[in-house]
């Protein structure tokens, strides 16, 4: 089933691709081009089921070490209230 609103804001959703990113302790993990449905409004990504299995199977892979992967500059800053 294809979705056609955000549940965040009710906006209007395309079909395109996006970065699936996840915080594992230390390391920061960064899928690219990954299909996705998007908010136009609040760019929200919705993925559908068989999506999200192959994300779930990468990540098992990636805490079993069984990934190469490449390094990405990154950097991190805190907010200061």
Known sequence: MK???CSLCNGKLHEGKTEFVARVGNRVVVIKD???FICEECGESY???EI???IDKIMR???EGKLLMRPIAAG???LEI
Request: proline share 17%; charged share 40%.
């Open 3 to 5: 979705p056609d609103r």
């Open 34 to 36: 990954v299909p996705a």
């Open 47 to 49: 993925f559908t089921p």
């Open 52 to 54: 999200s299995k192959k």
């Open 61 to 63: 892979e990636f805490h």
């Open 76 to 78: 991190e800053i805190e």
